[in-house]
């Protein structure tokens, strides 16, 4: 079974410019969640998406979003991008039922400058 | 909400030997889960080991062993027989139980193996 998959995998952004980012589930995965991992401020939840919607959201200012669609795929939208969103942006899968074990992905590499 | 605090930045060990990683976590919550993760320099994220916290017995995989001290709110990770391909960055992650999905991590901890 494939895992999860990210795309891209690195990024360029300009400062001001919007990004989106994919993140496809394993098959049969209908939750998906997505973290930020800096040096300095480490693994952080930024939302998790189920059945196109979002269950649970971290502390992150309005220029995150993100949506789900009906295969589970999942977007995340960061817009008016800053320095500090330079990141490791993390996608997660899971099933609904015990354990609810979360795998992750790869990651998006994304460097704003 | 909940923390996870893992005091040791770095570590080493020596090929064949056991290290042990500390992590200690602190929530309000009485059904939780907690894991271990590992992120080699490929970045990939894997998912080492999971405890329940109403299981009292200690989780193991393979070479990788916890001790959970419910009370003292301590999840450590054993790995035995360490590996080179163990090196790594290894996290603590603590879960509230139930369908909710957002992990809270530790700051983790860099394990180096010497041949």
């Known amino acids: 079974k494939a895992g999860v998959t990210q795309t891209p995998r690195y990024l360029i952004k300009t400062r001001g410019q919007q990004v989106t980012l994919s993140c496809s589930p394993i098959s049969g995965h209908r939750s998906v969640s997505w973290y930020q991992q800096t040096p300095g401020q480490g693994l952080q939840f930024l939302f998790e998406?189920?059945?196109?919607?979002?269950?649970n959201k971290g502390n992150f200012p309005g220029r995150f979003s993100g949506r789900q669609f009906s295969n589970s795929r999942s977007e995340m939208n960061v817009s008016t991008l800053e320095l500090g969103d330079s990141a490791l942006y993390l996608c997660?899968?899971?099933?609904?039922?015990?354990?609810?074990?979360?795998?992750f992905g790869p990651g998006t590499r994304l460097t704003v400058t | 909400a909940q923390t996870v605090t893992q005091s040791q930045p770095e570590m080493s060990v020596q090929e064949a030997e056991t290290v042990t990683l500390s992590c200690t976590y602190d929530?309000?919550?009485?059904?939780?889960?907690l894991f271990w993760y590992k992120q080699p320099p490929s970045r990939q994220m894997i998912l080492v080991i999971r405890?329940?916290?109403?299981?009292?017995q200690n989780a193991t995989e393979n070479r990788f062993s916890v001790n959970f001290q419910k009370a003292a709110k301590s999840f450590s990770l054993k790995i035995s027989d360490s590996q080179l391909g163990d090196a790594a960055m290894y996290f603590c992650?603590?879960?509230?139980?139930?369908?909710?999905?957002?992990?809270?991590f530790g700051k983790g901890t860099l394990l180096t193996v010497n041949p």
């Open positions: 998406y189920f059945s196109e919607t979002q269950r």
């Open positions: 992650a603590c879960r509230r139980g139930g369908s909710n999905y957002k992990l809270t």
């Open positions: 997660a899968s899971s099933l609904i039922v015990f354990p609810y074990e979360q795998y």
């Open positions: 405890q329940e916290a109403y299981k009292q």
């Open positions: 929530t309000s919550e009485s059904d939780y889960y």
